[in-house]
């Protein structure tokens, strides 16, 4: 796969690692050029410099960064970028607040090169990767079992009463085609009122919106909305 006119940039404080990443973007993933940062600091000054980067590595460990509400931030401040995290910290809760704050994938770096290989270029190819065999769908039941709450419908929100139904039937697994017989629409409008949804709550994906609408109300004094 080649990446023409587009940068990378890993962010990893371990020398080691740091290379051993820019090397497999370069000679792998056909990236031109990889910066290397050691610090969130570093990391948004690279980012608010260079428009033409289009993915960025980044380990929880990096000195400055505020775990998920860092990653949050990079989400809504750099919409066209694709993050993804490459960490030793690999558990079920840390994966599910990561990807909550919208992140496109996530990669333990317990990987052996081949599958950290793989999974970049999942990634860079448009989709989300996560560690596991579960399916978008279990991806949302987990969310839902982490958090606890029921449906978010509070209209706080800020969607629609029918973007609201769309979304609670899309976090049930339900196709754009399920959901436009249940509720008697066309699926072209199943599509618009979803894509108007993830604008709303500020997500990119259905595991980001599962997570945004299963948030606790803002009175709880806890997130009611995450940035994808």
Do not use: W, Y
């Amino acid at each position: 796969m080649q990446q023409k006119s587009t940068i990378a940039v890993v962010a990893e404080d371990q020398e080691f690692c740091r290379a051993g990443l820019s090397s497999l973007l370069k000679r792998k993933l056909g990236f031109r050029s990889v910066l290397e940062v050691r610090s969130k600091k570093h990391l948004d000054e690279v980012l608010r410099s260079n428009f033409l980067i289009s993915l960025v590595t980044v380990d929880l460990d990096l000195p400055g960064l505020d775990g998920p509400n860092s990653l949050r931030q990079m989400r809504s401040e750099h919409p066209s970028v694709r993050v993804a995290v490459v960490t030793s910290s690999a558990t079920r809760e840390i994966i599910l607040a990561c990807l909550a704050a919208g992140i496109h994938g996530f990669i333990p770096k317990a990987f052996q090169t081949a599958e950290i290989c793989s999974a970049l270029s999942f990634i860079v190819k448009g989709h989300v990767f996560v560690p596991s065999v579960l399916s978008a769908v279990e991806q949302m039941r987990e969310i839902r079992n982490a958090v606890d709450q029921p449906l978010q419908t509070d209209i706080r929100l800020g969607l629609t009463q029918r973007q609201q139904e769309v979304l609670h039937l899309m976090s049930k697994g339900r196709s754009n085609k399920e959901i436009a017989r249940a509720l008697d629409i066309a699926p072209g409008t199943v599509k618009v009122h979803i894509n108007a949804a993830f604008r709303t709550l500020g997500v990119h994906n259905r595991v980001s919106a599962a997570a945004a609408l299963m948030a606790p109300a803002p009175a709880d004094h806890r997130l009611a909305s995450l940035s994808a």
